[in-house]
């Protein structure tokens, strides 16, 4: 049998009992009550299980002196009192066995006083006190009102409804959703500025206060409108209205969150958004259970790379990149198939702690967020497909959930934009129309040879022997930046260079013609990032730099590659500092290496990795480090093995940016080798070669110890600071894809282990640069 | 001490002129030789016996002579700059008592790197404040009867007080969250919240200050607002 009881309606309502009173907190509303020793027994005693006010009468009976029948009224109306406050909650509990009946006139009963509350309501602006509750943005649900308060009421408070409205503010618009009834509302102009005031709890006076610091309200009767406006929002369950209390202090002047002035006051309308994706139905009441729609990545060109729990994510054609966190990252993997809501739920919530209603909503705000950002699609499917194949192995123990995260970057736009943004897409030539040209540059080659002459260069880089065949022009600047790694020429070469340019035509005047066409039409001839369409394949990448008017070919399996280059005009610094990239990318990248965008010096026994966008304080970290005795291996580009972690350096160029630079390397002054650099006049950085000045201090390789991502930091001081795997993808993959037209997931894929095997610092650099050299060797020691 | 080491290679880190007042409350795990090796590293090495936060905090502002005074519990980092940034706070707004700056949460991972997970907020937390020694005056030491909630019951009273705070939109803690934090897994009333409120309820009935014409500042302004995502 059970009986009506009450129950302490815990974890809404803290409590600690004192000498004299216990106070208790109702943490919703932040009002907070002192309870005498009576009123105090009667709650502890009807705790957290739950008791009759029989049961708790015959309790207080025993203990104080007064008649039961006294005792057990005030206990039903003190009970009374409680519920209204909302301190305890109504609960059937089961009925016990009748208490025994005190023995009339026990010595110890003490006097009874009747039960007394008193209730403090002064810290109400105070709803947060207890962190140990999960704190929404909108802040607690409060107290129901005695009285219906409506738009109509004469004056009111408004807040935001509960945790069941989440909002997002964006760069045009505001999106709030009502997770209880799934329907979502577009919010701009006025209607916008309205309800994100709701988050101050804003009087009916203030917000019209609000609104007329920025609209001017002709003869239009304002009021109205916010109130119809309001009544609207409450409707739809996204604001609550409560009276205002009578001793409510004069109206604030509440800023307006997108600020303005004179503008001409409109309309305030709530839209519920037609929803061109059907995210979910719109329809109240359906709402969560529908969405039978699929979502999936919809850029073609997404290059992601995931280390330590992160994922970065390179979109190359719209110039922008992305990092995400966890929870993210696992969304974007399931949203490679094609996907629903619902499924994407399911997958989530077997790997972390979240209330499945949560994550619902979370996940809608999320992928609304990436329609709104053209990451992905929807599709309207027929049929259910299969659920995704998850990626990762469901854990023992459900992770703690942090919202979705994404950041979007868009500081390497320049770099990563394709260069030919209107290029036209084709299909890969027919098999063996790249083998042609390949065979018919090799013979033009061998023509320019017999004609003009032709030198062999040998170089040891990445562990195999490469070699540079240059006919013509005796001009060797493009191997001075290799000259460290020269080798014997006699061994056989895994990898052979052609160097030549058609500046001299040779008997017949073919390639010449097909380099004056495509320099005059290299838009239409090439793909978005310089891919020649006619005869560029996966195997035989063909690539056309239209700046310098170079063309890169390599032929993987035959171990041949060319360097043709239109004219005799000099190159531009960037090539001289670091030639034939796109060869040596794709022919280490065939074999396991990578190609990276970072500097690296270190001594024999390790060294380290400086990686980070172009300005970030590469080169000058690594000129710092070389001057100061340490071996150098690249301050631009290397390569580096993700399996054992050992770096190979390609190049011995270091660059500087003007003539401040050279204040604090005074020994390169007069070594630039560049005619367009900033020594001779020109515009360009100055390209050095550190063998020329140091030949003791370039090495062609080392293990690597750490990741190193510099960044200027306007501190005096120079310092290092751990940092996650995240970081220092964000620092590898965007800078390293953005420059290579062949990169692909296999880069990123690379990078990836590279990250997640090393440590990672932040190197803050200081005003003072000396610091640099001492942190790094002290690193490696 | 690796945590120990870290806090106070963060402090040292802030190139500013400094009293360091460490104190030890009765720790057991060998905190006490690692103050004793670090030779006068710090200004004052005091050992209490598991007083408690607020006898420790105590100790350290009477232990110490400077106008301006900060406090930073032994696992918690402040940033570079954290000092100047809260000290150039309070010397430019004479009237404010307190400069606070945003805390963000970190843990570590396994490699020991560091990983944030809320935004910048501001709420109570001591350790993001810089206080002028005079506050204390006006409102008295740490109630040293709270084991918890003693920085609550703290901002509180200056909050009576009209204690004048000066706000900086910059990180000044990184407040670290592990599973040894002790406000972590008690319940609402073992966390000591309750027993500010009944302090308050005491300052009221003593008629301290009347609530209903003091103080002058919106009090979850003053307070500031818990971070959104919790750990």
Known sequence: MVNQGFRTDEPDVIYQMF?????????????????????????LALGSEGATAQQVASRLTSKYDAPPDTIHSDVLAFCDRLAAESLIVPVEVPSAAAPEAPAAGEPQRIPYLAPALQTFSDLQQLLLLDPVHDVSAAGW????????????????????????????????????????????YTLYGPAEDVFLLMQENPTLEEIQKALGSKYVFDSVDGEALVRD???????????????????????????????????????????????????????????????????????????????????????????????????????????????????????????????????????????????????????????????????????????????????????????????????????????????????????????????????????????????????????????????????SPSTPAALTIHVWDCAVPSTDYFLTLVLEKLHANWSVACGARGELLDFHSESIPVIYHPGPDILSVLDVEQGQAYFLKRDASPLPYWEIGSPFRYILHSWFGARGLQFVHGGAVGTPQGGVLLAGKGGSGKSTTSMLCVKAGLLYAGDDYCLVNPETGFLFSLYNTGKLKGAEDLERLPELAGHSHNRDGFEHGGIGKGIYFVSDIWPDR???????????????????????????????????????????????????????????????????????????????????? | ??????????????????????????????????????????????????????????????????????????????????????????????????????????????????????????????????????????????????????DLDMILRCWEKDVRKAEVNVVTLHYRRHPGNITRGLSGAGFGTVKAYKRRIERIRRGEYDPSTRPQTDGSAYIGVPPPSQD
């Open chain 1, 229 to 487: 406006y309001v009544g609207n929002l409450a409707t739809a369950g996204l604001v609550q209205l409560e009276p205002l209390p009578p001793d409510a202090s004069p109206a604030r002047d509440l800023a307006l969150q997108r600020p303005g002035s004179g503008l001409p006051f409109s309309t305030l309308s709530l839209q519920v958004f037609d929803d061109p994706q059907k995210l979910v139905s719109g329809t109240a009441g359906e709402g969560l259970q529908a969405g039978k729609r699929h979502y999936r990545i919809g850029t073609a060109d997404l290059l992601y790379a995931a280390a330590g729990g992160e994922m970065v994510a390179v979109d190359r054609d719209m110039g922008v990149y992305y990092r995400l966190n966890q929870a993210a990252a696992d969304v974007f993997g399931l949203l490679r198939k094609e996907t629903t809501l619902e499924q994407l739920t399911r997958a989530l919530i077997q790997k972390y702690e979240i209330a499945e209603r949560d994550l619902t909503a979370a996940a809608m705000m999320f992928i609304w967020h990436l329609l709104r950002m053209k990451l992905v699609t929807a599709v309207a499917a027929e049929q259910e497909q299969p659920a995704p194949a998850l990626d990762w192995s469901t854990p023992d123990k459900r992770l703690p959930f942090t919202r979705f995260d994404i950041s979007v970057h868009k500081d390497l736009a320049e770099l990563m934009r394709p260069m030919n943004a209107s290029a036209q897409t084709s299909p890969e030539p027919p098999v063996g129309r790249s083998a042609q040209f390949r065979s018919m540059l090799h013979r033009y080659f061998d023509e320019a040879a017999a004609l003009q002459g032709a030198t062999d260069s040998c170089f040891d880089i990445g562990g195999t022997k490469v070699r540079v065949r240059r006919a013509g022009s005796n001009d060797s600047e493009l191997e001075t930046a290799c000259a460290h790694l020269a080798a």
């Open chain 1, 141 to 184: 649900p409060n107290l129901p009102s005695e009285e219906p308060v409506t738009a109509a009421t004469e004056a009111f408070l408004c807040r935001i409804a509960g945790a069941h409205v989440i909002f997002e503010k964006f760069e045009d618009e505001t999106v709030a959703m009502n997770v209880a009834s799934g329907a979502y």
């Open chain 1, 698 to 781: 370039v090495i062609s390789g080392f293990p690597l110890r750490a990741l190193l991502i510099p960044q200027v930091s306007g501190e005096r001081d120079s310092r290092m600071e751990r940092c996650s795997p995240g970081e220092a993808l964000l620092a590898l993959v965007p800078s390293t894809v953005a420059q290579l037209p062949a990169a692909n997931q296999s880069d990123c894929e690379r990078l990836a282990q590279l990250a997640e095997k090393l440590p990672a610092y932040v190197l803050h650099l200081g005003a003072d640069l000396e610091q640099i050299p001492a942190l790094v060797r002290g690193l490696l020691d």
């Open chain 1, 19 to 43: 000498d004299e009173e216990v106070v208790v907190v109702d943490v919703r509303t932040g009002t907070y009550h002192s309870l005498n020793g009576v009123a105090g027994d009667i709650f």
């Open chain 2, 1 to 150: 001490m690796p945590l120990l080491e870290e806090t106070l290679a963060s402090i040292r880190a802030q190139n500013y002129p400094l009293e360091i007042a460490v104190i030890n409350d009765g720790s057991s795990d060998g905190t006490g030789e690692y103050l004793r090796s670090l030779n006068g590293a710090c200004s004052h090495v005091l050992e209490l016996e598991g007083r408690g936060p607020s006898a420790a905090r105590n100790a350290g502002i009477r232990a110490t002579r400077s106008e301006y005074v900060a406090f930073l519990d032994a696992d918690d980092l402040w940033p570079p700059g954290t000092l100047y940034t809260l000290a150039k706070a309070l010397s430019e707004n004479p009237a404010a008592g307190i400069a606070q700056g945003l805390i963000r949460n970190f843990r570590t991972d396994a490699r020991g790197a560091k990983q944030f997970f809320t935004p910048p907020y501001r709420f109570i937390n001591l350790g993001a404040c810089l206080w002028r020694r005079s506050v204390f005056d006006t409102v008295g030491l740490f109630d040293e009867e709270m084991a918890l909630c003693e």
